[in-house]
């Protein structure tokens, strides 16, 4: 390093992991309980990753058809026989040298590389010292990516505890999400929009904001 030059702070696109993960994502879905039985045996999302700079942002489109899931995110304005459209939005910020991003408004959430491939998303539970959920995330090839999500049981009440079987100790498994992803190309947002909509029967729409705010729209 030359004397007296300061040394440029790293960017996100300076991390083989992240410019992998960089752009659309086309994922189908299953979720499972805690016994590994299925919440949602299938559904669909969409999702983006943007970098720019140090700044990251991801937004998720998740179709979920009828059903228990549905009319959870519909807080009681959805018909039975519909299915429901979420969006959300999660943003963050690298904050070292090693690649980790901090994510805003979700105290303790942190995503960390693990390889050049590879890395897990964390939301930890500082006072029982049990993850509350831990997300792994890798692309096994070109245009091939594969997230697993982890529910955890790591408190008595709260979203640590949320759909714990009965007895359930800390460390137990609340629930598992696997997502398997093909890399899109942006122009074919609105023409997959629309087929999960159809597949899944999608009558509204339930956008969570970054400062936490909720809207219910349905769809004509």
Do not use: C
């Not at 300061?6 to 016994?35: I, K, V």
């Not at 539970?125 to 999500?149: C, E, L, Q, W």
């Not at 122009?187 to 899944?200: G, I, P, Y």
């Amino acid at each position: 390093m030359v004397a007296g030059v300061a040394q440029a702070e790293p960017a996100l696109r300076d991390f083989p992991y992240w410019r992998t993960m960089e752009g659309w994502w086309l994922a189908e879905n299953t979720y499972f309980d805690g016994a590994l039985n299925y919440n949602v045996r299938s559904y669909s999302s969409l999702v983006q990753v943007e970098l720019s700079g140090r700044r990251y942002r991801e937004t998720e489109y998740k179709f979920y058809p009828p059903g228990k899931l549905a009319q959870q995110a519909g807080r009681g304005q959805l018909p039975a026989d519909a299915g429901i459209e979420t969006v959300t939005i999660l943003e963050g910020e690298l904050v070292d040298a090693t690649g980790t991003v901090t994510v805003h408004g979700a105290p303790h959430t942190s995503m960390r590389m693990l390889s050049d491939d590879t890395g897990v998303r964390v939301t930890a539970n500082p006072v029982s010292g049990v993850d509350t959920y831990r997300m792994f995330i890798f692309a096994v090839a070109p245009g091939k990516r594969y997230r697993s999500n982890f529910g955890i049981v790591s408190d008595v009440q709260g979203a640590g505890a949320a759909n714990a079987l009965p007895g359930a100790a800390l460390g137990d498994l609340r629930g598992y999400s696997l997502f398997r992803e093909d890399r899109m190309a942006a122009a074919q947002f609105d023409e997959w929009r629309a087929k999960l909509r159809v597949r899944h029967g999608v009558r509204a729409v339930v956008e969570a904001g970054v400062d936490g705010s909720v809207t219910f729209r349905p769809l004509n």
